[in-house]
């Protein structure tokens, strides 16, 4: 009997997105990650291959580091706000292959309230 690889899975779930989802110079994808202790996002233009803007809680603008719900809401206000001072206003959602609620979704909901529009 095999046993279900949680990181596996994800990964496989990721390819299959970043399959449809890519960013270009006039709507660049954003990515998010995130690991038992930080959260990470970054504005990334894939044809040519750069990033554009990245928020973390690694920052020194976010005081507590933590990967939780209000860590999450704090980085995606500050990614809106670096996307926007980078002239870019509409971008594409990557999620990462991990499910739509949680911190993905408290930080999507607070980029979107930052001026993101995907």
Not at 6 to 30: A, F, N
Not at 57 to 67: F, H
Request: glycine share 8%.
């Amino acid at each position: 009997m095999s046993m279900i690889n949680r990181k596996s899975t994800r990964q496989r779930i990721h390819r299959r997105i970043r399959r449809k989802v890519s960013g270009t110079s006039e709507r660049p994808r954003l990515a998010i990650s995130y690991s038992n202790q930080h959260i990470y996002a970054q504005v990334i233009d894939d044809a040519s291959g750069r990033t554009i803007a990245s928020a973390s809680t690694l920052d020194s603008s976010i005081e507590k580091a933590a990967s939780n719900v209000e860590s999450a809401q704090k980085v995606g206000a500050l990614i809106a706000e670096r996307a926007k001072g980078s002239n870019i206003s509409a971008v594409v959602f990557d999620r990462g292959g991990h499910l739509y609620h949680g911190k993905v979704k408290a930080l999507a909901d607070a980029a979107r309230e930052g001026g993101l529009q995907f």
